[in-house]
């Protein structure tokens, strides 16, 4: 008996993302007296709250993202392949990659969240969304691309569309774009060309709701909006764009309809589960919320699978306060920890009690020495609340190194208000919205919506 217990091979946890939940789920994990497999289609961790930076010439994206065979190179019962899951097999316990299967004893899914337009897919090409390195990379050239056109523009009126940035979407995405692009505008690029002030630049920033912020206490919202304006953001609210086309995005506030001419439109308005969520509803009969999101159990399971997790962005967790858990890192990583902490009682015999998200508070940056953060128990704006903000992401960033060179370079913007990385970069072969000989943005052929996560 001794020898059959010794032969027997150890419980396998694949997990499916390398984010916040499918890494902290594998940390976790890596003393446990298991086996794990982390399969995601990108070899790194990307932090994701400040990929706006990257898009905004703040930071590369080397210094945000983390190889996760680096990260996890410690752990001698984990093993990471790069690869995407097409479909499941819950009975067999399977999954199935593109040119490989893998058995599970448990399985992880935490693929996340892409785009929303609504049914306006049409829309992702001429307003990217932010999601990945590859958007980010595009937003920042069609940034830096508009001044660069303004420059050598003759027109007033074409001018003026090249130095109009209208950003979708007022959450924390929205805000931190409008903020960044203001301060690039205003302050960092004011000296740098000859024949147009940037200080001219007009920046909108466009939400549905009647604040930005929704989901922040309306007094932060209030504060956040004084400081965009103060950095020269026009904000609209109770603002719903009807259509984006030609240079032009169509907007309607109550009876009002009009048509603003814009270069750059960027879209921060809404996300849908990625495409596991269907996977899973179709082969586990998990039910989905409206935007595909598996609707999971306390415990974070899928209903009649015990041993298929969700966890993330992709887990629709309504089960505290009988609404679903904000999509933010800080639930990804809490909901990670807990299933490879529950996996780890089941294996001997025990229980747990049903996840329960434990409040960190929220956080949302708009500009130099301005933020604002909602810890439940204290509300800050201003100063204080941008050096809450400062610590918390340099604390959170995967990597020693990481962690250093973004307090270095920070350090450096802070005091010189300048931006290093403002590159214009992209490839016409890679996918990439590229603009021909006229200034028109086009679609090459064989690209890809870059919207794909």
């Known amino acids: 008996m001794a020898d059959a217990a010794q032969n027997q091979s150890p419980h396998h946890v694949v997990i499916v993302g390398g984010g916040f939940g499918g890494l902290y789920a594998a940390q976790a994990l890596g003393r446990a007296s298991v086996k794990v497999t982390l399969v995601d289609k990108r070899n790194f961790h990307l932090f994701q709250p400040l990929l706006y930076q990257v898009a905004t010439g703040s930071l590369s994206p080397a210094d945000i993202s983390s190889p996760l065979r680096a990260v996890l190179s410690k752990d001698r019962n984990t093993k990471v392949l790069l690869g995407e899951v097409k479909d499941i097999d819950p009975q067999q316990q399977k999954i199935f990659l593109a040119n490989e299967e893998l058995t599970y004893d448990t399985l992880i899914v935490a693929t996340g969240v892409s785009h929303h337009y609504f049914g306006n897919e049409q829309w992702a090409t001429v307003a990217p ?28 009126e074409k001018r003026r569309a090249w130095l109009t940035f209208a950003i979708v979407g007022g959450g924390p995405t929205g805000v931190e774009l409008a903020g960044a692009i203001a301060e690039l505008a205003f302050s960092t690029l004011k000296k740098d060309f000859r024949d147009i002030d940037t200080t001219e630049t007009k920046i909108l920033l466009l939400e549905g709701a009647d604040r930005i912020l929704p989901p922040y206490p309306p007094e932060l919202s209030a504060k956040a909006l004084s400081a965009l304006e103060k950095l020269g953001v026009t904000v609209q609210t109770k603002t719903i764009v009807t259509d984006i086309g030609n240079n032009i995005i ?23 589960a990625s495409k596991m969520g269907k996977v899973l509803a179709e082969r586990t009969g998990a039910e989905l919320d409206r935007v ?21 962005d992709l887990a629709s967790f309504s089960h505290q306060d009988n609404k679903p858990l904000p999509g933010i890192a800080p639930v990804a990583m809490q909901q990670g920890e807990y299933v490879a902490k529950l996996i780890k009682k089941r294996l001997l015999g ?14 949302a940056v708009i500009g130099r020495n301005a933020a604002v953060v909602d810890l439940g128990y204290l509300k800050l704006s201003g100063f204080l609340a941008w050096l809450i903000w400062v610590f918390v992401h340099i604390y959170y960033l995967i990597e020693f190194d990481n962690k250093l060179i973004v307090m270095i370079q920070w350090a450096w913007n802070y005091f010189t208000r300048q931006r290093g990385a403002r590159l ?27 919207v794909e996560v």
């Open 129 to 156: 969304g932010l999601k990945t390195i590859e958007n980010a990379l595009e937003i920042r050239r069609r940034i830096f691309w508009a001044f660069e056109e303004a420059e050598k523009e003759k027109d007033a």
């Open 250 to 272: 169509t907007t309607k506030q109550g009876d009002r309809i009009e048509e603003i001419p814009a270069r750059t439109i960027l879209w921060a308005a809404g996300v849908k």
């Open 292 to 312: 595909g999101r598996a609707v999971v159990q306390p415990d974070l399971s899928i209903p009649n699978y015990p041993n298929i997790f969700v966890i993330g």
């Open 350 to 363: 025990q229980t747990a009690p049903p996840f329960r998200y434990v409040e960190t508070g929220s956080l």
């Open 424 to 450: 214009i970069t992209g490839d016409e072969s890679l996918g990439l919205v590229a603009s021909d000989t006229k200034g028109d943005y086009f679609v090459p052929q064989k690209s890809k919506s870059p």
